[in-house]
């Protein structure tokens, strides 16, 4: 067996378990942990090391929720097969990136791309006028509702009351095009720490929302674009794109997106959520990220857009890392929100763009003023360099944590009805019907006690085309973010009266 | 002679020229006064009405800007020919107007819209990079910068620490698409009472900046559309209109656009600034805009944008009547700011779509969330609402007009060189040489003495299809809107060791 000697360090700030689990990467990286190779079982490893059992576990599932590694049942851990490794070497800086980009071209067919934070205007919504709601409602499981009571207002208060007694008159004048540039030096320094993210503040362009920015790549991008899709996805950011580009819709399997499938469909670009599909809850594993970039790298005009716009909200093991992270040629666009961490009613999002689409925006989008407010953006910098912001992180984690732990404890009573998944991050769960028991039917039954579910149909894109599984099965979507642990006890004691 | 009894009553609130300029409108819309009539001298009106001789002149300048007389040399004041006077009754209530758009039918070609408000990014930003600059800027005769020293921060603070300290979470959650119905409410009030704008709150978007309402207007009007733009314009809005349309560049005469230019180009759509035309300043008389109105009637789907970005601003008289406020059947698109009225970085802006464009809003653009934080919406609202909107324009009123005043005595040095134009609002003045002089030849001269001011030439969107006037004459723009007096003395003075 392969030695599994792995220096660990005290004092580093890294954690035991992230130790492990580089260690490992690296080896499976850079070829000397081959594909298929097995590793050695947790308690072993543990033992070896002298580490709790605990520890390697969570490394290992870091590993394999990454899609690094898999599990055989009654077998143990197996290295994956992970297409072309090259493609995974530690991102080149944006530096690097530009010159590469540059090399690479320039004009020719462009491309658009995409997304949007549910909201409450958001797809489920449809679902308000579901039918055979013969009850008030009393329970709303939204997957797009976010708690706000435990916003630190004050906090936000206090740095405004700082900001505007300034009396900075230049403060009500118009800033830059693309956003403050402290900002965006702020949101860079934070979208490097927690997601990877490897940019210079000038590609980062800060918008009034993700349905703005959208509407801006759209200009950015220029000519018809043909968008591939994963189907169910995210239903605002579906409506958005398809108001200028051609949607292609593709399926999915475990791993999210099947790779293979641009080419067949002539698509320019794919528009994903790697990190956390929305709504299926799938993390693509490292070498469906890979075959997606290697299909983005295979011609001039091709890129990924990355809607990574929950991410802070996974429970277990590390942040899975963003696909730009990975992105060695300037394919990605990464888009994200601090409406779902901070407050929907912040419009601020933000996408950074490859060096090579950041030149059209230059050249073709400058005129477009910021959507913005100066003394918003002001404020949201003080919030996150004070630490108010990861604060209120850690805060929100934990509390929907509890929601999310309730929240799977009471659907053990529906264990024998339903598969339950989707429980490694964000703020809804997914029940798969195990029988033949129809959408619409479990939503009427759960509206007559007056509580609201959601149905994965809502996410459909294209019916016709979606993956048999989905096709085959009812789907429910419970979103927990909304609700306290009262409501969740209630709502869920109804749907008992309902479904058992 | 025709007869010119008017009752003038006191305590109404309205003013003895108010009074007397309405009476001649309505009998000139009714038909009492014919095209061709002579109007009593203002002398012998003021001695029969027993008035004071400046109040006749009062009423008969509002009568000439807004189009209803004409004024011949020697011989007295003329009522003007307008076209189908039956067009300008007082227009219908924005309900009767629904049923009116409800009825002339629906789909169909679409047709978009457009502009926005001058700021710092806008057209005159070219000249930063001219040649010939050997001294560094002393002073820079912008036209897009406005006055934000007198702006009342304290107020903002006052209202923004209200509102925040009130922790009413639910001001962090996300808002209607439309906007907070509050402030539609308010701006609907405001626009009713300062522009005459008949419509009602559910007709209002609002957006963060003119720049976003133009794309979502590009979303609204949908299929590919032909727009006309008054030649020069202003230039952010053509760049963005161009990227969703094709864009027909018209000619103007001393009145504006030329409305029978629109049925030759095939135009869809026009984009105006009837109350001051950006950048000549020219003020749309009656008729002209009865010509637009008419040409708009003519087919289903053809709109008037009329951008009404700075009619706060007028100096004399009362403000000219919007376009909109003469549409009896929602053809004209309204679309205004608080962005140069309050301040560049309150990125607020609104547009009033008719019945038949908000119905096509609402089915396929729902899905846009609002751009506007709900916090920022609310602070706008109580700022109007408690009156400290209306106090804060009639102070910024004061100091503009000061400043215009300035500026002109000062330029009375060169009267001999240049005829001076566009005197009755905004925040520019024109220049225009009376001799063969280029416009790069006195931009280059007033570099040399580190002084800025702007060349029409910067405004032109053909400059083939440029109306002969222009094309034959170089003229300059002068602001004067972020200069306080000391400066403009300075800047004037420098001017004449450049020009003289």
Redesign the interface.
Known sequence: MYDMTIELKAGTGKRLYEQIYEHIRQEIREGRLLAGERLPSARSLAEYLQVSRSTVDTAYEQLLSEGYIESRPCRGYFVCHIEDLFQMEKARGPREQKAVSGASGTAGKHLPGSR?VP???APGTAALASPGEDRSLVCDFSPNEIE??A?P??V??RI??NI??G?N???????E?QGEPELRRTICKYLHASRGVECDPEQIIIG??N??LL??LE?ILGSPVRIAMENPTYK?AY??LR?FAEIAAVDMDKNGMLADRLEQENADVAYVMPSHQFPTGIVMPIGRRAELLNWANAAENRYLIEDDYDSEFRYRGKPIPSLQASDRHGKVIYIGTF?KAI?????ISYMVLPYALLERYQR?C???????????QRILNEFIQNGHFERHLNKMRKIYRARHELLLEELQAFKGMFRISGENAGLHLLLTARGKISEEDLLQKAAKQGVRVYGMSDYHIDAAALPRFYRETSTLLVGYGGLNEKQIQEGTGLLKKAWL
Chains 1, 2 share one sequence.
Do not use: C, E
């Open positions: 949007v909201g409450k205007n706000m009571s916003f207002f004050n936000w208060m405004t009351k505007l007694s009396s008159s230049r403060l009500f004048s118009q800033g095009p009034a929302g349905d703005y509407l801006l200009k605002r409506q958005i108001s409406s407050a929907p009613a912040i419009r073709d400058y005129f477009y003023s910021s959507t913005v407010s100066r003394i918003d």
